[in-house]
């Protein structure tokens, strides 16, 4: 069964984690092999509930890109480095490919024999030396094993072409040599004297029981084919170790298992190979990539929380299955190549949204699960007290207050409390804290939301928050990055924003000169307060 991945938004806030976390359970008992993620470092708010109720928190997914991986790539396509010639050409004739990977001990990748180098070592090699093994010249000349002395095979390869007396009186013999020879008694004879390497008897040639004994004293290996001198003098040459015609001066292209699709795209533009081999960081190979491959995709399959913007998820979205979206927010730029399951709803908060899942389908909360769906809807509403907040959120938070054993008002503050701490956070980190990114034509913005009890923190150090919020406008291209502060103690929310967003903001909230620091009273929920004002801006 394939994984499916389930995850919020790239700036993960608590009920981000808490929504991805819940449904992953849910889809587990459902029988879904589902795993919760996330996109990048959860806040101490976050941090602060999966301590509290003990659940582990999400492992990183860096992006939903097709990988190799996700293609359907020859997996075990190799030989090894001891298999024939003849091998290799069969095994590339009966698997339709052009080319096959070498390889030695447990898989290690040496490099890859294409069809180019069969054609050339058919039609130019001019062959006299065999590197090869008994069963090798067995298998390829259909030869019947008369003495088998050695495993191993190398030797010249001579023709006893001559009449029988010039050959003996003519040609020296040697242990290093290999002689095809027909039922020529009186050569073959002179041959196991010689102590040859191997005698290659061909037309199924007839031998003396003495040379046969013979041999096997003198460590003469014999093999007998039902081919003719002709034939075995053109195939034996197919039977040499197919790492004999492996080209070693010129590196081999290889890709591994966690390189982009996109990635390997390019580097075909420029190289057009047909076959490029499949191998690990160790140089471990795991098969063969025909570029034909690429069709045969799977791409991850997702689930999405808290979020619908392609702006929000992970990268590469664009490129992977998605199969639900559980999310809370206006419908943004998300688009799907098959139609999904997707629950949207107008509650405060995606967990609301997963405990009413779990009713439907009638699966137990545990005491965990619970808890961290209760830490989403806190988070979310701000303990109840948001504009967001539903009918809905109440009884799902009364319900699951009971499940997860605490009171949840004295649990809410503890949680935002944690969340609100400045302690030991850079600036950009108190922006990234809880930040989402929107897009409007081609406009993009950028809003973070920090809550806290003491807003003078901050305020001591406005401007050097501002220029933080200018670098990151300037670096992306961003038409406005805002921070809003918001005290969760007077329910109001205090805004620092780029420099040069100045005019835009003034306009948006009617004011003729919108300073650093304004304090806007009510202003708590960036989905309801914050970006109709800026979207209705934006859109003119």
Do not use: W
């Amino acid at each position: 069964m394939e994984k499916t991945y389930v995850f919020g938004h790239r700036k993960p806030d608590t009920d981000s984690v808490a929504s991805c976390i819940a449904f992953a359970y849910l889809k587990q008992q459902l029988g879904v092999k589902a795993e919760a993620k996330v996109l990048s470092a959860i806040n101490k708010e976050s941090k602060y509930a999966l301590d509290y109720f003990g659940v582990k928190e999400p492992a990183y997914l860096n992006d939903v890109k097709l990988q190799l991986k996700d293609i359907g790539y020859h997996k075990k396509c190799f030989l090894e480095d001891t298999s024939s010639i003849y091998d290799a050409y069969l095994y590339m004739f009966q698997q339709n490919l052009t080319g096959v990977p070498i390889v030695k001990n447990d898989h290690q990748f040496l490099g890859i024999v294409t069809i180019k180098d069969l054609a050339h070592h058919f039609v130019n090699a001019e062959v006299r030396n065999l590197n090869t093994s008994y069963q090798n010249i067995l298998s390829v000349l259909k030869g019947e094993e008369v003495v088998r002395q050695d495993e191993e095979i190398q030797g010249n390869l001579l023709v006893a072409s001559y009449r029988s007396t010039t050959f003996i009186t003519t040609v020296s013999l040697s242990p290093s040599d290999i002689l095809i020879v027909g039922d020529r008694h009186s050569v073959i004879e002179y041959a196991v004297d010689s102590k040859v390497k191997l005698i290659i008897i061909v037309g199924n040639g007839e031998m003396k029981e003495a040379h046969i004994q013979k041999a096997k004293e003198n460590g003469v290996n014999i093999i007998r084919t039902n081919y003719d001198t002709y034939h075995v003098a053109r195939l034996v040459s197919l039977s040499n170790y197919v790492q004999t015609i492996l080209n070693k001066e010129q590196e081999a292209i290889c890709f591994d298992e966690n390189d982009y699709v996109g990635d390997i795209l390019e580097i075909n533009k420029k190289l057009r190979h047909t076959n490029y081999p499949v191998v690990t960081r160790n140089q471990k190979c795991l098969g063969l990539l025909k570029i034909s491959d690429l069709d045969d995709k799977h791409p991850k399959k997702v689930i999405l929380v808290d979020h619908n913007e392609k702006m929000q998820s992970a990268e590469g979205i664009e490129e992977a299955e998605i199969l639900e979206i559980i999310d809370h927010h206006n419908l943004g730029s998300i688009t799907t190549n098959a139609p999904v399951n997707f629950r949207n709803m107008a509650v405060g908060s995606t967990c609301t949204i997963v405990y009413y899942l779990y009713k439907e389908k009638e699966i137990e909360i545990p005491k965990k699960i619970a808890g961290m769906l209760l830490s989403g809807i806190l988070s979310d509403t701000l303990i109840l007290k948001s504009p967001t907040k539903t009918q809905l959120d109440v009884e799902a938070v009364n319900d699951l207050a009971t499940l997860a054993e605490v009171d949840y008002k004295k649990y809410g503050l503890d949680l935002l409390k944690a969340g609100s701490s400045l302690d030991g956070m850079s600036k950009e980190e108190v922006l990234y804290n809880d930040f989402k990114l929107y897009t409007v034509d081609d406009k993009t913005f950028g809003v973070g939301q920090f809550f806290t009890m003491n807003f003078q923190e901050i305020a001591q150090e406005m401007d050097a928050y501002v220029d933080v919020l200018d670098e990151v406008a300037e670096a992306n291209q961003y038409q406005l990055v805002a921070l809003y502060i918001t005290d969760i103690i007077q329910n109001g929310s205090y805004i620092l924003f780029n420099r040069k967003a100045k005019d835009l903001l003034s306009l948006a909230y009617k004011m003729d000169d919108l300073s650093e620091g304004t304090y806007f009273d009510g202003c708590v929920s960036r989905k309801k307060h914050v970006i109709p004002l800026l979207m209705e801006v934006f859109e003119k």
